[in-house]
Protein backbone atom coordinates (compact mmCIF):
# COMPACT_ATOMS: atom_id res chain seq x y z
CA UNK A 1 0.00 0.00 0.00
CA UNK A 2 3.19 2.27 0.60
CA UNK A 3 4.12 1.88 -2.62
CA UNK A 4 0.67 3.25 -4.31
CA UNK A 5 0.30 5.97 -1.98
CA UNK A 6 3.88 7.03 -2.40
CA UNK A 7 2.81 7.05 -6.49
CA UNK A 8 0.46 8.73 -6.04
CA UNK A 9 2.02 11.32 -4.33
CA UNK A 10 4.57 11.73 -6.98
CA UNK A 11 2.24 11.80 -9.46
CA UNK A 12 0.45 14.24 -7.75
CA UNK A 13 3.09 16.61 -7.54
CA UNK A 14 4.46 15.90 -10.99
CA UNK A 15 0.94 16.49 -13.13
CA UNK A 16 0.71 19.74 -12.77
CA UNK A 17 2.32 23.37 -14.02
CA UNK A 18 1.74 23.71 -17.62
CA UNK A 19 -0.71 26.15 -19.85
CA UNK A 20 -1.68 23.79 -22.65
CA UNK A 21 -3.08 20.08 -22.95
CA UNK A 22 -1.55 17.83 -25.22
CA UNK A 23 1.21 17.52 -28.06
CA UNK A 24 -0.15 19.90 -30.48
CA UNK A 25 -1.28 22.31 -27.99
CA UNK A 26 -5.15 21.44 -28.19
CA UNK A 27 -6.80 20.97 -24.97
CA UNK A 28 -7.06 17.29 -24.10
CA UNK A 29 -5.22 16.02 -26.83
CA UNK A 30 -2.66 12.90 -25.64
CA UNK A 31 0.56 14.21 -24.53
CA UNK A 32 3.81 12.72 -25.75
CA UNK A 33 6.72 11.82 -22.67
CA UNK A 34 8.98 14.52 -23.50
CA UNK A 35 6.58 17.11 -23.99
CA UNK A 36 4.81 16.40 -20.92
CA UNK A 37 7.81 16.83 -18.98
CA UNK A 38 8.61 20.06 -20.61
CA UNK A 39 5.65 21.63 -19.58
CA UNK A 40 5.47 20.40 -16.26
CA UNK A 41 9.38 21.54 -15.86
CA UNK A 42 8.02 24.88 -16.46
CA UNK A 43 5.72 25.03 -13.58
CA UNK A 44 6.63 26.52 -10.17
CA UNK A 45 9.89 25.04 -8.19
CA UNK A 46 9.49 22.43 -6.03
CA UNK A 47 10.71 22.82 -2.27
CA UNK A 48 12.91 20.29 -0.99
CA UNK A 49 11.64 19.25 2.87
CA UNK A 50 9.80 17.13 4.81
CA UNK A 51 6.21 16.31 3.20
CA UNK A 52 3.60 14.61 4.89
CA UNK A 53 1.28 12.94 2.80
CA UNK A 54 -2.24 11.70 3.86
CA UNK A 55 -4.68 9.43 1.51
CA UNK A 56 -8.39 9.00 2.14
CA UNK A 57 -10.16 5.89 -0.02
CA UNK A 58 -13.58 7.68 -1.19
CA UNK A 59 -14.58 4.62 -3.00
CA UNK A 60 -13.93 0.99 -3.63
CA UNK A 61 -15.50 -1.51 -5.81
CA UNK A 62 -14.83 -4.73 -7.49
CA UNK A 63 -17.00 -7.50 -8.75
CA UNK A 64 -17.88 -10.61 -6.74
CA UNK A 65 -15.14 -13.36 -8.04
CA UNK A 66 -16.08 -17.26 -7.75
CA UNK A 67 -14.35 -18.23 -5.21
CA UNK A 68 -13.93 -15.39 -3.05
CA UNK A 69 -16.12 -14.90 0.42
CA UNK A 70 -18.93 -13.01 1.14
CA UNK A 71 -18.01 -9.91 2.72
CA UNK A 72 -14.48 -9.83 0.95
CA UNK A 73 -14.66 -6.64 -0.60
CA UNK A 74 -15.75 -4.74 3.23
CA UNK A 75 -12.51 -6.43 4.21
CA UNK A 76 -10.29 -5.13 1.76
CA UNK A 77 -11.49 -1.93 1.81
CA UNK A 78 -10.77 -1.71 5.31
CA UNK A 79 -7.52 -3.25 5.39
CA UNK A 80 -6.76 -0.88 2.20
CA UNK A 81 -8.46 2.31 4.41
CA UNK A 82 -6.75 1.52 7.65
CA UNK A 83 -2.89 1.46 5.44
CA UNK A 84 -3.39 4.31 3.41
CA UNK A 85 -5.27 6.50 6.67
CA UNK A 86 -2.23 6.74 8.54
CA UNK A 87 -0.12 10.02 7.43
CA UNK A 88 3.31 9.45 6.22
CA UNK A 89 6.08 11.49 5.74
CA UNK A 90 8.63 11.40 2.65
CA UNK A 91 12.19 13.80 2.53
CA UNK A 92 12.46 15.36 -0.85
CA UNK A 93 16.24 16.02 -1.61
CA UNK A 94 17.42 19.34 -3.11
CA UNK A 95 18.62 16.68 -5.80
CA UNK A 96 15.09 15.56 -6.69
CA UNK A 97 13.51 19.30 -6.20
CA UNK A 98 16.27 20.11 -8.81
CA UNK A 99 15.59 17.56 -11.21
CA UNK A 100 11.85 19.08 -10.95
CA UNK A 101 8.52 17.72 -11.84
CA UNK A 102 9.49 17.23 -15.15
CA UNK A 103 12.04 14.45 -14.75
CA UNK A 104 9.63 12.45 -12.19
CA UNK A 105 7.15 12.41 -14.89
CA UNK A 106 9.29 11.29 -17.89
CA UNK A 107 9.89 8.67 -15.20
CA UNK A 108 6.05 7.53 -14.02
CA UNK A 109 5.85 7.02 -17.99
CA UNK A 110 8.70 4.42 -18.29
CA UNK A 111 7.94 1.00 -18.67
CA UNK A 112 4.87 0.86 -20.20
CA UNK A 113 2.52 3.77 -18.95
CA UNK A 114 1.18 6.94 -21.28
CA UNK A 115 -0.34 10.05 -20.28
CA UNK A 116 -3.52 10.10 -22.22
CA UNK A 117 -4.46 13.35 -21.46
CA UNK A 118 -3.26 16.75 -19.60
CA UNK A 119 -4.44 20.09 -19.18
CA UNK A 120 -3.18 21.81 -16.26
CA UNK A 121 -2.18 25.14 -15.10
CA UNK A 122 0.42 26.54 -12.14
CA UNK A 123 -2.57 25.28 -9.55
CA UNK A 124 -4.45 22.86 -11.31
CA UNK A 125 -4.30 19.52 -12.54
CA UNK A 126 -7.05 17.37 -14.96
CA UNK A 127 -4.99 14.18 -16.46
CA UNK A 128 -5.59 10.94 -17.18
CA UNK A 129 -2.69 8.27 -17.34
CA UNK A 130 -2.84 4.22 -18.34
CA UNK A 131 -0.67 1.71 -17.46
CA UNK A 132 0.14 -2.10 -18.84
CA UNK A 133 1.48 -4.43 -16.99
CA UNK A 134 2.25 -8.29 -17.11
CA UNK A 135 -0.01 -11.10 -17.29
CA UNK A 136 -2.75 -8.84 -18.95
CA UNK A 137 -3.13 -6.34 -15.93
CA UNK A 138 -4.25 -2.53 -17.12
CA UNK A 139 -4.74 -0.08 -15.17
CA UNK A 140 -6.40 3.43 -16.33
CA UNK A 141 -5.43 6.54 -13.88
CA UNK A 142 -7.47 10.07 -13.66
CA UNK A 143 -5.83 12.67 -11.64
CA UNK A 144 -7.70 15.66 -10.56
CA UNK A 145 -6.85 18.49 -8.39
CA UNK A 146 -5.34 21.61 -7.07
CA UNK A 147 -0.96 22.22 -5.95
CA UNK A 148 1.78 24.84 -5.32
CA UNK A 149 5.23 24.31 -4.44
CA UNK A 150 4.38 23.08 -0.91
CA UNK A 151 1.02 21.16 -0.93
CA UNK A 152 -1.35 19.32 -3.50
CA UNK A 153 -4.81 17.97 -2.71
CA UNK A 154 -5.65 15.54 -5.43
CA UNK A 155 -8.34 13.16 -6.24
CA UNK A 156 -7.35 9.94 -8.01
CA UNK A 157 -9.37 7.49 -9.74
CA UNK A 158 -8.31 4.15 -10.86
CA UNK A 159 -9.46 1.09 -12.41
CA UNK A 160 -7.77 -1.79 -12.83
CA UNK A 161 -8.71 -4.76 -15.02
CA UNK A 162 -7.57 -8.59 -15.00
CA UNK A 163 -7.91 -11.54 -17.13
CA UNK A 164 -9.49 -13.28 -14.31
CA UNK A 165 -11.88 -10.10 -13.54
CA UNK A 166 -14.77 -10.09 -15.67
CA UNK A 167 -16.76 -6.72 -15.57
CA UNK A 168 -15.98 -3.32 -14.49
CA UNK A 169 -12.35 -4.21 -12.80
CA UNK A 170 -11.18 -3.03 -9.81
CA UNK A 171 -12.44 0.69 -8.95
CA UNK A 172 -10.91 2.70 -6.46
CA UNK A 173 -11.08 6.44 -6.03
CA UNK A 174 -8.47 8.29 -3.69
CA UNK A 175 -7.71 11.56 -2.39
CA UNK A 176 -4.12 12.51 -1.41
CA UNK A 177 -3.06 15.55 0.52
CA UNK A 178 0.47 16.28 0.47
CA UNK A 179 1.91 19.24 2.22
CA UNK A 180 5.25 20.37 3.08
CA UNK A 181 6.15 20.30 6.92
CA UNK A 182 9.66 21.22 7.70
CA UNK A 183 13.17 20.32 7.02
CA UNK A 184 14.32 16.26 6.21
CA UNK A 185 16.10 15.28 8.81
CA UNK A 186 19.52 14.83 8.46
Known amino acids: MRRSTHTAVILSLALCACSQGGDGGEKGAPAG???????????????????????????????QMAGMPAGMEDRLRESMAANLDKPHTYCLTPDEAKQGRGEMLKHLQDGNCSVERYDASASSVDAAMRCEMAGGISSHIKVQGTMDGDSSTMTMESTQMMPQIEGEGIHMKMRVDTKRVGDCKA
Do not use: C, S
Not at 34 to 43: C, K, L, M, S
Not at 50 to 61: G, N, R, S, V
Open 33 to 63: KETVAARAADGPQLRPGLYEAKTTILDFTMP
